[in-house]
């Protein structure tokens, strides 16, 4: 158990809010919360539900994601390791803002909101470290807002391939990009998005295949997706 402790903490510490501790520390705060593994498509906590504490991704992928009034889902965030999440509800003590479903199989360090909160009084550097995790989750949204507001839906698409495809670099994989995951990520319907990708084919700016997207034409993608270059 201690070795096991120490290895968790040397993850934690990979958290920006817990490099300054002492490894002694990271270990006491590790040991007031718990490990969990959750398989691929398991949710780890549901929107509206009591606050679920927060979490750490330590391995794996978590999709965060708001449903609409009609069961539409929207994937707000895709969290990759290691990375702290939960944190609005942990600090005002509300419901889970979001939901949280694994994408693959995760390894995952929470801690019920109680002990989070002692832990914030004892060490007010994670308390800081938040503020900076909530601006960036602030802009994150601020943007998701304009892309909703002023881009059209293949615009968006165009913009979510550029990221996916690191800029034109590597093609997507359709594996683990399906037209239903791309719908809930640009905030459409499975059907708008395969127009989208049947039109950026036909103007040969993507070669698009069953297994895989492919960025032919990587100027004339980030003008159609409206990105100042």
């Avoid at 832990?119 to 994670?126: C, F, H, K």
């Amino acid at each position: 158990m201690p070795d096991e402790l120490t290895s968790l903490a040397e993850q934690l510490r990979r958290v920006n809010h817990f490099k300054s501790l002492p490894l002694a520390d990271v270990i006491q705060i590790v040991a007031a919360g718990q490990v969990r593994r959750f398989a691929r498509g398991a949710t780890l906590f549901a929107e509206g539900d009591p606050c679920a504490g927060m979490h750490v991704l330590l391995s794996g992928q978590v999709d965060l994601c708001k449903t609409g009034p009609e069961g539409q889902v929207s994937i707000l965030n895709t969290l990759q390791p290691v990375i702290m999440f939960n944190e609005v509800a942990v600090l005002d003590g509300g419901p889970n803002p979001v939901s949280a479903v694994a994408v693959e199989d995760s390894l995952i360090w929470q801690v019920r909101c109680e002990r989070f909160q002692v832990l914030l009084d004892r060490y007010p550097q994670i308390a800081r470290g938040l503020l900076g995790v909530l601006a960036r989750r602030n802009r994150h949204m601020l943007s998701h807002y304009s892309d909703l507001s002023f881009r059209s839906v293949t615009a968006r698409v165009a913009k979510r391939i550029l990221t996916l495809s690191q800029e034109g670099a590597q093609p997507v994989r359709r594996a683990e990009y399906s037209v239903v995951k791309l719908a809930a990520q640009v905030v459409t319907t499975p059907e708008a998005v395969s127009r989208a990708l049947r039109q950026l084919a036909e103007k040969k700016v993507l070669a698009v295949n069953r297994q895989t997207i492919l960025v032919l034409d990587k100027s004339r993608l980030q003008e159609l997706a409206q990105i100042d270059i």
